[in-house]
């Protein structure tokens, strides 16, 4: 399964299963999106998808992952990732990103969406355009990935996508470079890690058959961090918001397929004039 390139591929049936997995992930974080409100704790958002992820038939990916207490990464404000849910309530215009993982017959899919807690007119115009630059990149590093590319475009059209938003917003954003994107499979984390930046090297080579998970992070200031007493949340130095968007992605014969996205990815890739190539 490994070739010269040391990304492992996985046969087209493997990759069919990968898609179950990630549907569940799919419609729980949808279900989180159209849940969430003030005066929820990240405890109630994370009962309430692991009973979504278990109904479907599937394992939550994040639960006791290296001692992790929940099914989701619940991220708030200056929270990056690796947010543990627990008694925090969630307020009005607060920012917060939703990681969620599951497994299904032994193989993962990984996603995750940023939202505004009360809704887009709750939101402070800034928060607002950070989401929108934030999953944009997403977007445009997912149509980097190609066949016979060096995985490695994929950082720079991230690096690339927010670059230019910074430009149109009037700002510059910072891209966290602590923590990258990786091949995902019968491991939610695999080799290889796929940076969020432009890197110098060209990098493996993408063929047909690679599962990653793409997640840029981007804040509203500088893009450092450091990790809280817990051991896990990821919090930005400067106290500036951040956001975070991921999807787990497969190179098929003819193109891409999201595998987390309820759609495949089809209007986004299309859009953006990358081959939309679902299995089944």
Known sequence: MFGRSRIET??????????RAGLVVGQTLQLMAQ??????????????????????????SFLGY???????????????????????????????????????DGWHGDAAISVVVGGRSAARPEDLELIEATEDSMWAGIAALA????????????????????ERDGRE????????????????????????YRVRDRGP?????????IEPMVTLGRPDTRVLQDDWTVVTTDGSRAAHW????AVT????????????????????????????
């Open 205 to 213: 080579t993408v063929r047909t058959g690679v599962t990653v998970a």
């Open 253 to 280: 014969e003819g193109g891409l397929w999201v595998l987390t996205a309820l759609d495949g990815g089809q209007e986004r890739l299309e859009a953006a004039g990358a081959a939309y190539a679902p299995l089944a």
């Open 35 to 60: 849940t969430v409100r003030p005066g929820m704790s990240t405890k109630q958002l994370d009962e309430l998808a692991e009973e979504h992820i278990r109904g479907c038939g599937a394992v939550p």
């Open 147 to 166: 066949a016979g590319d060096s995985l490695y475009a994929v950082g720079a059209a991230v690096e690339d996508s927010v670059v230019a938003a910074g």
């Open 66 to 104: 290296h001692g992790f207490t929940g099914s989701l990464c619940t991220s708030v404000n200056e929270e990056v990732v690796h947010g543990i849910p627990g008694s925090r309530v969630l307020a009005e215009g607060d920012l917060i990103s939703i990681d969620c993982g599951a497994i299904v």
């Open 173 to 196: 954003y910072g891209i966290v470079e602590d923590y990258v994107g990786h091949g995902i499979g019968t491991e939610m984390h695999q080799d290889p890690q796929v940076p969020n």
């Open 10 to 19: 996985k046969t087209p049936d493997q990759v069919l299963h990968m898609r």
């Open 246 to 249: 991921e999807n787990t992605v």
